[in-house]
């Protein structure tokens, strides 16, 4: 290698290095707690990290249902035996190397396919979705890194180190088996004669087979099984989801070299088809084969989805580019200046859930505390003794509750007891930009919470509270769900309030009854929908039976129990039924419904 290609690569890493370094302490953030969660659970079973159990959004689920296959999980928990440790700083600092990789590999194959290797790669390192995503401790690096490694092993025809590089992307993510259909293209245009090389192209999907097989076997179910039925349990792949995924992509497909190389390139791309060579036309297919498979394959329209076409964007165009150096700089000095603003938003946002924590853990020594939220949040708080809260659950009075507006908060009931305010904090990062946020329309995580490419905002990205549960009397001896205090009343296993007048219960729910020794029958007013296979009506007063009651179908019913002696102050009354069911894209387990119920004193 000359000294200018010795030097023009040594900047280009010291580039990525220096990115990767200013965040070496990056708070954990997005799905790096579930990725952890596999790692603890692979120090037992390190064969099988993927078998991990853990509570996601209320609900205990099986990470084989996680939708990509287990590279990641093995990488954090090799780090993990090796190190001992889970510190932020570590486990970046191991990550980096896959930035390196990346940075590498995409320098020796813009020498090959782009006469402008040096911005080609730059465009890479400077990309937005590479300076935010390299960050964390997803699979979207490992992925980029080793795809990228093992195309440019492919291309090098480097079969002793395209063979492992390859596995390890089909090992990260599902969407690599789209290699297979990219490099075949490349033999078809280039290298039709290299017969090993059409076979060699299918590693990806080859080692997905194997390990799929090698799953079923020792762990008793396809993962590709479980995930579907994540999915449908879910909804992820309502055809919403996708039209928005599909939005979502298109925007981020405009971004991923920048507006202006992007604007620049389409200008001129209609005049140029004539040029077009083996390589334009690879690069070309490649861009379209993946964004195909994007569209169908995705369902959340993330910016970190389209990295693995982002080494062929960058390449087709400098290609067709070629000459006008100055606009390339300029594109590359505008997408370094949009990521690294970007980047140090994200850091703000996470480290903001962080400090929250920090600020209060001295509590965490003298209750019990519960987090409603995921991400960070629940990270540092879980660390601390915090408990993740389930759909449904009843804290006690004393309890402390983390709780974020933004990350998946989940309904639960106060135990009879009444929240009181103890801290808030509205993170507001300093950056104008959003990548998420409550009012931010963006879809760089999820399409679900907008479509742009990212917003700009000056508003908070979450607001993070902390309450305390206060022991509360009951004042009401008969419940109508509708009514404002209902709430403080409510006990255990009855979900929030719907239509202003009803509430879902799960398999039984239990509610605080104020009471003064009257005698008097218990009044429950419920219905039983069509899809709801519960048939028979349990009620008991502090866990004696007082009443019960078999349905022959659906409907709205009055079940009314014979006069029963209340016991003085409160009364603690439990309703169960025999069956419950799981809804289409609900997550809650669900019995029938509650309108009224209480016994009603003789004035």
Known sequence: MTVPRLVSLLLLVGAALAARLVFLSHPIQGDDYYYLASAMYGQTDPLHPHHAHYVFQGKDVDMRGHPHPPLNAWLLTGILALTGELREATLHGFYLLLSLLAVGSMWALARR??????????????????????????SDLPLFAFWLGGVAAFVYRKTWLAVPLLACAGLAAYQAVTLVP??????????????????????PAL????WTIFE???GGAFPVAVAAGYFSEYGLQRLSAKLRNAAALSGHLFFVVGPLLTGAMVGTLWKYRRRFDSTHWFLVGWLGIFFAAALVLFFAGSARYLLPLLPAAALLTTRVLAGRTRLLAAGVALQALVGAALAVANYQHWKGYQEFVARHQGEFANRRVWVNGEWGLRYYAEALGGLPLRLGQAVQPGDLVLSSQLAYPIPYTTGGGTLTPFAQTAITPSMPLRLVGLT??????TASMGLLPFDISRDPVDVVRADIVVEKQPTLSFLAMGDPAAESHLV???YQLESGKFRWMGEQGSVFLKANGEVAPLEVKLYIPDAAPAREVTVEVDGREVGRQRYAGAGLYDLKTAPVHWPRNRALVTVKVDQAFVAQGDTRRLGMILQEIGFRVAR
Do not use: M
Request: hydrophobic share 55%; net charge positive; aromatic share 10%.
């Open 113 to 138: 396919e782009s006469p402008h290797p040096v911005l080609a790669t730059a465009l890479v390192v400077a990309s937005p979705a590479f300076l935010v995503s390299g960050n964390s401790l997803e």
């Open 182 to 203: 990219i490099l075949w293209l490349y033999l078809w245009l280039k290298q039709r004669d290299w017969r090993a090389g059409w076979i060699l192209a299918c590693t």
């Open 207 to 210: 080692v997905l087979i194997v």
């Open 216 to 218: 079923r076997v020792t």
């Open 440 to 445: 931010a329309r963006s879809a760089w995580s």
């Open 492 to 494: 255990s296993g009855i």
